[in-house]
């Protein structure tokens, strides 16, 4: 068994920050690519961010310049740091990460979300 559980998420005003962790427990071989998606109230779920176990990035162009993602590979965790909040950008955001594990292979495991909201 593998999972993510997030933290970090709440409220802030607009042009305020918030930083987001993501941690994966459990039987783990290795962790490919982890990442943050969002999802905001009556729309789908869309990427926010991801990072590769090498160090590579990819963002969203609605985060792009205000949110950096990154991750401690020894501790199996991810940041989402959100500079520059926009009303916008409340969602609940969910972390997803694919993991090869001791015993069922490769799975793609997603956390329980965390909220945020982002006033005007």
């Known amino acids: 068994q593998v999972q993510l559980v997030e933290s970090g998420g709440g409220l802030v005003q607009a042009g305020g920050s918030l930083r987001l962790s993501c941690v994966a427990s459990?039987?783990?071989?290795?962790?490919?690519?982890m990442g943050w998606y969002r999802q905001a109230p009556g729309k789908q779920r869309e990427l926010a961010a991801t990072?590769?176990?090498?160090?590579?990035?990819n963002y969203a162009d609605s985060v792009k310049g205000r949110f950096t993602i990154a991750r401690d590979n020894a501790r199996n965790t991810v940041y989402l740091q959100m500079n520059s909040l926009k009303p916008e950008d409340t969602a609940v955001y969910y972390c997803n990460a694919g993991i090869t594990t001791a015993t069922l292979g490769y799975v793609q495991v997603w956390g329980q979300g965390t909220m945020v909201t982002v006033s005007s």
């Open positions: 459990g039987s783990i071989f290795s962790i490919n690519v």
């Open positions: 990072t590769t176990n090498g160090g590579n990035t």
